[in-house]
């Protein structure tokens, strides 16, 4: 083989390209393989009726006195997040009023820890297009905290809801940002042991408890209560307020940690089981899926939010991925960059710009060129839809282009 100088020493005799290089080797030394995690999500039909179309997690064995699995939340801090993708179309639930109420059970319903006319219960559900959290505490009244990001436009969204046992506080985040606060009704609100369902529905509902239900309004009460309509993938439960303040979504399916009590992936693809993948001691908190319905849900689905797309590379590099998320979007969306297939310790042979992107209009006119930032062995572009002025972009259809020496890829982003 040829002698070849350390880049560095190559570099040398180009000062102005040093501390380029530098910060770009910082960037590449955290670039690593990221599998390329596709795998499946559900997608529900919005039929609330005879207990299907719908996941159901027990969250207590009524044949004994001990308390429920770990996914049944409530009696300390929690946070619920999950990734969605539903449109407005499918669901029409009207907007509603947040207070000291439970408006939430009006909207298309996507968690449903209800307790029919009891207390101790909490839900999420979609309502003029914002998600609505909703709380009752014990015996301590009833909140619910309203969205303000239309959420069904049909491109997928990481959602948070946290509560603050200590309080009642409520948080709810979508894509990271901070949607709403509030202090909510205070105590456990974790599902009693041994809890007696109501006597609501058509005699005691225990088709609805004690049960965790994902996409569907538990009790099957009638229109006026209506289902959610739309995909699921990634539910993560935890122990903790896992955000504080804003956040950059996970660029990658959720994993576990001291702090995970339940962990779903829906990555069987098949079949009713849907794995807790958590290994939280007590666990694991297995759902069923009760598929059924015209038209039958919720059916398994490749569509994900972690679906790399526009892959181009030079000859013989290893294929540079892009993923814009949320995709469309308003304010802002973040587009991840990795190499699929590098070796573990694969350095780039030289390089001698920072990694831009470019965000590109139909007429091939640069609008913005956006600095990246290493983030989970990638480098992650945030772009606020703004051009290069400041001001913001007019709606439409964009490419996101990124040229680095490992391959050139691009992707469509639209901005509404
Ligand atoms: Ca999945
Ligand atoms: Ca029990
Ligand atoms: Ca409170
Ligand atoms: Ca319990």
Redesign the pocket.
Known sequence: MPDQPPVSRRKSSRARSIYALLTIGSIWATLSPQPVHAGTSLRFHGNGVNDIDRVKIAI?????????PPADVGATDFTIELWMKASAAENTAAAVACGANINWIYGNILLDRDRYNQDRKFGLSTAGGVLVFGVSGDASGDRTLCGVTDVLDAAWHHVAIERRRSDGRLWLFVDGALEGTVDGPDGDISYP??GVPGDFCGGPCTNSDPYLVIGAEKHDAGAAFPSYSGWVDEIRISSVLRYAAAFTPPASPFSSDASSLALYHFDEGAGDVIGDVSGAPGGPSDGVRRFGGAPAGPEWSTDTPFVPTAVASAAGAAPLELLARPNPFRERTVITAWIASAAPGTTPAERTEAPRLLIVDPSGRVVARVGGAPRDGAIAFAWDARAADGARVAPGVYIARLSLESGTASRKIVVR
């Open positions: 207590d064995d009524p044949a004994n006195a001990n308390p429920g042991d041994d």
